[in-house]
């Protein structure tokens, strides 16, 4: 399942808001364990887990959107809307603080 975030920020000012955004879930909740590791410029792979389940996908940055794609376990379904939630929460705080200068 897709799931894009709109912005109407440069790529590299999206990616910023992405990076920042991926970081703070990260430091927000490590017993999930995330990991982000970006394999193009506007490519990254993101994997966390959860009761012992992985979740793995792909964050991309577009022109005028953010996607994500989770793969996530059939156990684990029922809390895929609610992770991608709280992902795009993230981001969407992240892409203000950009829009507003307080990051770079």
Request: proline share 7%; aromatic share 10%.
């Given at each position: 399942?897709?799931?894009?975030?709109?912005h109407?920020?440069?790529?590299?000012?999206?990616?910023?808001?992405?990076?920042?955004?991926?970081?703070?879930?990260?430091?927000?909740?490590p017993q999930?364990?995330?990991?982000?590791?970006?394999?193009?410029?506007?490519?990254?792979?993101?994997?966390?887990?959860?009761t012992?389940?992985?979740?793995?996908?792909?964050?991309?940055?577009?022109?005028r959107?953010?996607?994500?794609?989770?793969?996530?376990?059939?156990?684990?379904?029922?809390?895929?809307?609610?992770?991608?939630?709280?992902?795009?929460?993230e981001?969407?705080?992240?892409?203000?603080k950009?829009?507003?200068?307080?990051?770079?």
């Amino acid at each position: 399942m897709q799931h894009t975030v709109p912005h109407d920020l440069s790529v590299a000012q999206a990616r910023s808001a992405a990076d920042h955004a991926l970081a703070s879930y990260q430091e927000r909740f490590p017993q999930y364990r995330p990991t982000v590791t970006w394999t193009e410029p506007t490519k990254a792979t993101v994997e966390f887990h959860v009761t012992g389940m992985s979740f793995n996908g792909l964050f991309e940055i577009h022109p005028r959107e953010i996607s994500m794609e989770l793969e996530v376990p059939f156990l684990l379904r029922p809390f895929k809307n609610k992770a991608l939630d709280v992902i795009e929460g993230e981001i969407r705080a992240w892409v203000d603080k950009v829009k507003k200068g307080e990051i770079a």
